[in-house]
């Protein structure tokens, strides 16, 4: 396949078009998936297929979109696959597609032109919300691999939950932990995103702090002596 000239405009007013209904599918998938793991002792047999059909409706949006903005950039596909290594990754394990609802938050943000919040705050709110989507995916997916593992500690929700802020926040305290596989891989991937934007929200509030004391110490009259104050005056 030869490749085609891209055409911005058109990418853009895809991107655009889709921005909704793609956040609403996110939301979509993450629920269906949440029902069936975490209700699938209670529903009935019709109520899971259900879950399942939301699911899998939900991740046919996310393969749409991609197969659209792979036409629309005009890349050969396998060029395509490693220049959007992200979004490759996220339709292969959509319960990464939850992180996208973050743009929502950016676009309520930019409904007047600009930014509400400043740089600092943004990355803070942005890393925020990212943490909390991955470390409720994780503990779902965790826990609907680990609850019936033979030899597993974590049993319940709220074992996956705790599992979750602790191997976010780089404690490791030990006393629950994933045995199978999938278990293991989530809790590598869970690893890196949490020093990666625990990282961010710390960079970015000190930054956030010291541009405030500067700006504190640059006032006019900060740290000048009054006239006729000087040392040894009369």
Known sequence: MSERPPNPRRQEDWDHRMATPLAVASVAFLSGYAVRVLARDHLPRLGVDLCLGVVLAAWAVFLADYLVRLRLSGLRPL????THLLDTLVLLLPLLRPVRMVALYDRVQRRRGRPRLSLYARVMVYSGLSVSLLGFTAALTVYHHEADAP????RTFGDAVWWA?????TV????VSPVTPIGRTVAVGLMACGLALL???????????IQAFTREDEKPGNGERPPGDSPGAS
């Open 79 to 82: 060029r395509f696959v490693r």
């Open 151 to 154: 030899g597993a500690s974590i």
């Open 165 to 169: 802020c602790a191997t976010l926040a």
């Open 172 to 175: 490791g305290y030990g006393d």
């Open 199 to 209: 990282g961010a929200v710390t960079g970015s509030f000190s930054s956030w702090l």
